[in-house]
C-alpha cells in the first residue's frame, strides 16, 4: 500500500522536514506493506511561497493515504500547500485517509493550521485521522528528539496506516456538499 507525504514548507530543510522524516521512518520501520513516497514543492520563488510539478497531484490522487504536514504560517496553513491543494481534483482525497502533522513556533497556536485543514479536507469528503500531530518546532532544534515525541510520531503513523488498511477501498457518503451542489446546477 502507498502512502503519499505532502512536504508543505517552502523552506527546506526546516524543523516540519525533520518531523516528517522521523514519522515516514516509523512507517518503514513497522509497515512493511507500505511504501511512503514524500512529495514537496519545487525550489522557491520567495521566502515564503514555493509551486508544485503537475504530477504531486496525481501521486496523491493515487495513494491509500496522505499526511499532510505545514508548518503554522500567520495562524494557517502555508500558502505553499494551500497552492497544491487547489490543483487537486474535486475526487482527490475522497473517503481517503489524512492524517495532519504540523510545527510551530508558538504552542498556543497549536490548532492554527489543524483546523483549517480539517475544513478543507472535508470540503474534500476526505477521511481525516481524528488526531493530528502538533509539535513546536524547537522540539527539532537538534538531533535528539525526545521518546515521547517519536512515540506520538509512531501512535499517528499507525493511526493514518491502519484507517486505510480498516477501509479496504469502502467510500463514504453522503456525497460532500460541491459534489451535490455540481449535481444541482447541471440538473
Ligand atoms: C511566514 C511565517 C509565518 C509564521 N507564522 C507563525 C505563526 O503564526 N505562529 C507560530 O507559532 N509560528 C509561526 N511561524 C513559525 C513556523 O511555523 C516554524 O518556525 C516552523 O518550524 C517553520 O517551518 P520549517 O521548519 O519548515 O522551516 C511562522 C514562520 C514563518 C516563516
Redesign the pocket.
Known amino acids: 500500500m502507498r502512502l503519499v507525504t505532502v512536504y508543505g514548507?517552502p523552506?527546506?530543510p526546516?524543523?516540519?522536514?525533520r518531523a516528517l522524516g522521523l514519522m515516514e521512518k516509523g512507517v518503514r520501520d513497522r509497515h512493511p506493506g507500505w511504501s511512503v513516497e514524500r512529495i514537496g514543492p519545487r525550489d522557491p520563488g520567495s521566502?515564503?511561497v514555493a509551486d508544485w510539478d503537475d504530477d504531486a497531484v496525481g501521486l496523491i490522487g493515487e495513494a491509500d493515504a496522505v499526511v499532510l504536514a505545514s508548518?503554522?504560517?500567520?495562524?494557517s496553513l502555508t500558502g505553499t500547500l494551500k497552492l497544491l491543494i487547489d490543483m487537486l481534483p474535486n475526487e482527490a482525497l475522497r473517503s481517503k485517509p489524512v492524517g495532519i502533522l504540523t510545527?510551530?513556533?508558538?504552542p498556543q497556536?497549536f490548532l492554527?493550521a489543524e483546523r483549517h485543514l480539517r475544513d478543507i479536507l472535508s470540503w474534500f469528503g476526505a477521511l481525516t485521522a481524528p488526531n493530528s500531530a502538533f509539535f513546536v518546532?524547537s522540539t527539532f532544534r537538534t538531533d535528539e528528539v525526545d521518546a515521547e515525541v517519536l512515540a506520538a510520531l509512531g501512535e499517528f503513523a499507525d493511526q493514518v496506516v491502519t484507517l486505510s488498511e480498516s477501509l479496504n477501498g469502502r467510500r463514504f457518503g453522503p456525497d460532500p456538499l460541491t459534489v451535490r451542489y455540481a449535481r444541482k446546477t447541471a440538473g
Open positions: 514548507s523552506t527546506p526546516g524543523k516540519m522536514a521566502p515564503v508548518p503554522v504560517y500567520r495562524g510545527v510551530a513556533a508558538a497556536h492554527s518546532d
